[in-house]
């Protein structure tokens, strides 16, 4: 259910069209929620035809033009809500753990390489979330919405610095038994 509340949040951050909504997945949502083209453009659909968006008038659309949305009343009222409401957690499901697990019990072949590989992925993703927040983020920008949105990218950072620690804890531990 969080898709249609992301697209609302990008969409009263910036009107945009299904195109520039998923340029901005690829640059910013899509770091935490993620979503195909296709499911972007599906999801716009349906937000539209339950009132929550509108495409902006346009004087004589032509053909192949891209559409801009906006959310109405109704959009941003889901949108509350639906960040008011609460959640619990979700269970974390991730592969490499499991493939940590079977290694138990199936011998390690293969386990340092692919340990090595999600160190070096989680190091890359670490530096871009750190230039963004330079780029981003600086000192003087310090908006109630620009707060929030500098914490999610700390969630991130602080993911992916979890992720380092412990990826580098599992490497000395294979290596230990090599």
Avoid at 144 to 168: A, M, S
């Amino acid at each position: 259910m969080s898709l249609p509340h992301a697209i609302l949040t990008a969409l009263l951050e910036k009107p945009s069209s299904g195109l520039e909504l998923t340029r901005r997945f690829d640059k910013s949502f899509g770091f935490f929620w993620s979503a195909t083209h296709q499911q972007i453009y599906r999801e716009l659909g349906k937000l539209e035809q339950s009132g929550f968006i509108r495409a902006l008038p346009s004087e004589a659309r032509a053909r192949g033009q891209k559409k801009e949305y906006e959310v109405l009343p109704a959009g941003r009222a889901e949108l509350a809500a639906w960040a008011t409401a609460g959640q619990d957690p979700r269970a974390m499901r991730d592969p490499l753990l499991l493939r940590v697990r079977a290694a138990a019990v199936v011998g390690t072949e293969g386990l340092p390489a692919e340990l090595r590989r999600h160190l070096t992925l989680h190091e890359r993703q670490l530096e871009l979330y750190e230039a963004i927040e330079q780029r981003d983020f600086p000192p003087e920008r310090d908006s109630e919405q620009d707060r929030l949105r500098h914490l999610v990218l700390r969630g991130g950072i602080e993911l992916e610095t979890f992720w380092i620690r412990w990826l580098t804890r599992a490497l000395e531990t294979v290596d230990g038994e090599e």
